[in-house]
């Protein structure tokens, strides 16, 4: 199996910056596609920042300029700078992976538990 844990979340004042990590662990032989979603109470989960296995990012509108997303290939971790935060980024931040496992030759998606950001006014 693949097993994405999440770090970093937590309460920051606006203006301020958290880090979130990944780190996906089990039977992965590649890993393509990295991202990071939002998701906030009665609302559609909805893409932040996503990066390929080369390097490649995109990101919403809402983050460019504020938000980072980076990735490490050799620890399976994927990573989100986010500064100059704002209270409509509160949400519960959810990592996305696209990986292979040892022995299948197609490619899944897993998702982490989710950890919650919170930007005080």
């Known amino acids: 199996q693949v097993q994405l844990v999440e770090s970093g979340g937590g309460l920051v004042q606006a203006g301020g910056s958290l880090r979130l990590s990944c780190a996906a662990s089990?039977?992965?032989?590649?890993?393509?596609?990295m991202g990071w979603y939002r998701q906030d109470p009665g609302k559609q989960r909805e893409l932040v920042a996503a990066i390929t296995r080369s390097g490649s990012t995109n990101y919403a509108d809402s983050v460019k300029g504020r938000f980072t997303i980076s990735r490490d290939n050799a620890k399976n971790t994927v990573y989100l700078q986010m500064n100059a935060l704002k209270p409509e980024d509160t949400a519960v931040y959810y990592c996305?992976?696209?990986?292979?496992?040892?022995?299948?030759?197609?490619?899944?998606?897993?998702w982490g538990q989710g950890t919650q950001v919170t930007v005080s006014s």
């Open positions: 996305n992976v696209e990986a292979q496992r040892w022995g299948l030759s197609n490619f899944l998606k897993y």
């Open positions: 089990g039977s992965i032989s590649r890993i393509n596609d």
